[in-house]
């Protein structure tokens, strides 16, 4: 038997269920899983959980234009310790993500820059060049209402054929589901009154519509954040969804004002409740972080103008190991809804231990909590809504069968590449 490059032993999952066995890994992806290879380079994690890294289908590196918040070198650098070896970053950046001279300037920046490896969505706009940016986007990107950056389309009309065009590509058409005819413009002071702004009937009115102008299109709801849309999204062909980590913790019972400040807006305790359980009867495709850092001196304006977003690429998985570990959430939900899924939707070789696939590997010691402190975290933001919640980071990070990260520490160069090769 031939040596492989690399092996990693440890607890393994495998096919759904944890498994003692070794992974063998060439040229950085998965060769073979067994219980011995022989490798060159061996590294043996005991009883430790080894699972697929996760991918983050939903940030806001702000690169370019905006990277006094945050920039693709220091926004990578969080995933990787985080856990997140592959992210979609959204196209509301400076200038917008939607035009290929735009696209393919953003992709030269994130190559030279990133940690971990990425797709790039396209912003969906009257007169978009479909054919051309799918050959280079790892899906489109449709903002319904008005929210942070100038995507808002007209209205679902003004992009018709857009739509048409992008279901024919068979990519993706990830929304931003709030309707903004119903949207409402009153000052606010909280949560609670940034929330009657943004009331469910808002984000579940925008999703029946876009659910009938999806016309065909791969349709993937964003950030699902009401009870009223549960419903709406359970059981629909060509459609898949996504929940954020602060929607599942946080409510406007919260007492971080505007730093909880997020679009969706963070709802009553009774929704949360609904998302917790459809989390647990296996509604959502995906966990995705929205990653969108601000700068804390924005933040802290008056309510009414402190921008919406906050950051957590880093600690999406902490936070959600730590739910496996108090038994709210099984290690089967969120390996599916933080690695499988998004690789099989938007159809990677990622997200599983299996032949063939990226060899992006996360080792977690599942009785060790750490308290989450922005001063340990990498954002360039510099604050988190999660101060002081208990989170499980991965002590060691592998990308495509390189070290990155070791005893939580970066080890390895940065060689993050565009999930879609250098076409
Ligand atoms: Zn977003």
Redesign the pocket.
């Known amino acids: 038997m031939t040596n492989m490059e690399v092996v990693v032993e440890g607890n393994c999952y495998v096919s759904g269920r944890m498994e003692r066995c070794c992974i063998g890994i060439e040229n950085g992806r998965i060769q073979k899983v067994a219980k011995l290879i022989e490798g060159e380079k061996v590294f043996r994690f005991g009883t430790k959980i080894v699972l697929p890294a996760a991918i983050d289908a939903?940030?806001?590196f702000r690169d370019p234009g905006l990277t006094q918040n945050e920039d693709f070198g220091t926004g990578s650098l969080a995933a990787i310790h985080g856990g997140v070896t592959c992210v979609f970053d959204?196209p509301?950046t400076k200038p917008p993500t939607t035009t290929l001279s735009a696209l393919r300037d953003k992709k030269k920046i994130a190559s030279s820059k990133s940690m971990v490896d990425f797709g790039l969505f396209a912003g969906v706009r009257p007169g978009l060049d479909v054919e051309a940016m799918a050959k280079e986007a790892i899906g489109f990107k449709l903002y319904m209402a008005s929210?942070?950056g100038e995507l808002m389309v007209p209205s679902l009309e003004s992009v018709k054929k857009e739509i048409a065009a992008i279901a024919t590509t068979r990519k993706v058409l990830a929304v931003?589901a709030e309707d903004e005819s119903l949207r409402r413009k009153e000052i606010e002071e909280s949560l609670e009154d940034h929330l009657r702004n943004r009331n469910n009937e808002c984000e579940s009115s925008a999703i029946r519509k876009v659910k009938v102008a999806a016309n065909g299109c791969k349709l993937h709801i964003?950030?699902v954040s009401g009870k009223a849309s549960l419903p709406l999204i359970q059981g629909v062909p060509n459609l898949t969804s996504e929940i954020t980590p602060h929607h599942l913790l946080f409510d406007i019972s919260s007492k971080l004002g505007t730093l909880a400040k997020v679009?969706p807006p963070l709802r009553k305790r009774d929704d949360r409740h609904a998302l917790f359980q459809a989390l647990k009867e296996g509604v959502f495709d995906m966990i995705a972080s929205?990653h969108?850092p601000h700068a804390i001196d924005e933040k802290k304006e008056d309510f009414d103008y402190a921008p919406t977003?906050m950051p957590g690429v880093e600690t999406m998985v902490p936070l959600m190991l730590n739910l496996v570990k108090e038994r709210h959430l099984d290690i089967t939900g969120a390996v599916g809804m933080l690695s499988e899924r998004p690789g099989e939707v938007y159809g990677l070789a990622k997200g599983k231990i299996a032949p063939g696939y990226d060899a992006d590997l996360i080792v977690v010691d599942m009785t060790h909590s750490t308290i989450i402190k922005a001063d340990n975290l990498h954002s360039k933001c510099g604050w988190t809504a999660y101060q002081d919640m208990p989170g499980i980071f991965p002590q060691t990070v592998f990308l495509r069968g390189q070290l990155m990260v070791e005893n939580g520490s970066q080890v390895g160069e940065r060689m993050g590449r565009d999930v879609l090769g250098s076409r």
Do not use: F
């Open positions: 939903h940030v806001h959204m509301n929210t942070t931003h964003c950030h679009n929205d969108a977003g």
